[in-house]
């Protein structure tokens, strides 16, 4: 797998965890409950009375934090070279050469089906032209 792809999984599993992260706060979450002396109680208890694991949700921060950590260094090594072809500017030119290239065959199959296009237009013309003479 590319850098750019590893990045791009990477990305999308802090997404995931992000998504997991809002999803629990939306469904569990209640306002911090006051203790019998009317003071706030410690975000802890508060938790463990709600029914949410502290451990879980520290095991997800901490799972946000190393894959983004691993998304840094991904991102840091992007410009390195890694055994793979190295994005030169002649490479850049030769990629840009073939993809005007491409899209000049693209253009020229496009005119050829607009021809034939109007070729069967013309015929289905004449068709009901009969039709409707026929008739």
Not at 28 to 54: C, E, R, T
Not at 72 to 96: C, R, W
Not at 104 to 119: F, H, P, T, W, Y
């Given at each position: 797998?590319d850098?750019i ?11 995931e ?10 469904e569990?979450a209640?306002?911090?409950?006051l203790?019998p002396s009317?003071a706030l109680m410690a975000k802890?208890?508060?938790l ?10 520290t095991e997800?921060?901490?799972?946000i934090v ?14 390195q070279?890694?055994?793979a ?9 030769k ?5 005007r ?5 693209i253009?020229d ?8 296009l109007?070729?069967i ?9 009969d ?5």
């Amino acid at each position: 797998m590319d850098k750019i792809s590893e990045l791009q999984s990477l990305l999308d599993f802090v997404g995931e965890q992000m998504y997991i992260s809002i999803g629990h706060l939306q469904e569990n979450a209640a306002p911090v409950p006051l203790s019998p002396s009317g003071a706030l109680m410690a975000k802890h208890d508060a938790l463990i009375l709600q029914g949410v694991n502290p451990s879980a949700i520290t095991e997800l921060a901490q799972n946000i934090v190393k894959t983004i950590k691993l998304m840094e260094g991904h991102i840091a090594s992007l410009g390195q070279d890694d055994g793979a072809d190295a994005i030169t500017p002649e490479t850049i030119q030769k990629l840009e050469e073939e993809n005007r290239q491409l899209g000049e065959q693209i253009l020229d199959r496009m005119n050829v089906a607009e021809g034939k296009l109007e070729s069967i237009r013309q015929v289905l013309n004449v068709l009901a032209q009969d039709r409707t003479s026929i008739s």
